[in-house]
Structure formats: C-alpha cells, structure tokens
C-alpha cells in the first residue's frame, strides 16, 4: 500500500471511528489502558450463540495509532467468533499500519488487540464472560 493512502486511511479511522461509542446490552466489557501515556481504551462485546461476536463497539481517549487500531479491529471483529479473534495475530494489525509504525509504536499499536486476547486467555478460555 502506497504510505499516503495508509496515513489516510489512519487518520480516517481516529477521526471517523467505527462502532463507536457503548453497546446497548455488552456480554462483556473490557477496559485497556497504556499506563506510560493514560491511553484508555475500553470495549464492549455481544456475544451469541456459538461463540459469535454478534455486535462489537469501544469507547475511550488515546493516541491516533491505539484509537484508530481499535476502530478496524471492531471492524474486522464483528461476526467472528471468539475463537477467530483467539487465532489473530498482529499480521493483520501490521497490514493497516505498516511495519514501521509497529515498530515505533508497539505499545499503540497493539492496544486494542492486547486487550482482547487477554480476554481470550484469562476469561473465556476459563468459562468467565464478564
Ligand atoms: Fe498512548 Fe499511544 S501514546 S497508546
């Protein structure tokens, strides 16, 4: 991808977030936070039956890279199931932001992914969904 188109779709993300903003009824809500900066994110899941994520949103204050970041994983997210989100690595995070930009910012970079694979390990995989 040409850097130009990346740096615009960036921006068009933080400035134009998708899903965002508290769903109605969460199944779970998560809360994340880049304690260096007081970047927070949090994020609010339904879940469905089969372990499908029905509906996907966040909220939050933070740089453009963990802002805009959490907006195409929600994207992306919605209608996946958990067990998709479990096998996602940051290949596709990487593919949005570029390499040099993981690599400067990897703290912003993988926030919001951060967030929900801990979720995946710590609750989910345990029986816990909230
Ligand atoms: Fe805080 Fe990016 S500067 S998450």
């Known amino acids: ?5 990346r740096m615009k779709m960036i921006m ?3 400035e134009n977030p998708r899903n965002f903003g508290p769903l109605k009824s969460p199944t779970v809500t998560l809360k994340g936070g880049n304690p260096n900066c007081g970047d927070e994110i949090n994020i609010y899941i339904r879940l469905e039956a089969e372990n499908v994520i029905e509906d996907i949103s966040f909220d939050g204050k933070g740089c453009t890279i ?3 970041t959490t907006s195409v994983l929600t ?4 209608g996946k ?3 998709q989100l479990s096998e996602l690595n940051s290949d596709y995070i990487k593919e949005f932001l570029g390499k040099d930009i993981m690599i400067t910012r990897p703290k912003c970079s ?6 929900l694979k801990s979720w995946v390990r710590t609750d ?3 029986g816990k969904t909230a």
């Open 1 to 5: 991808m040409i850097e130009e188109d």
């Open 12 to 14: 068009d993300h933080y």
């Open 66 to 68: 963990s802002q805009a």
């Open 75 to 78: 994207e992306f997210l919605k």
């Open 81 to 83: 199931t958990v067990g």
């Open 110 to 115: 993988r926030l919001a992914l951060e967030t």
């Open 124 to 126: 989910f995989e345990k």
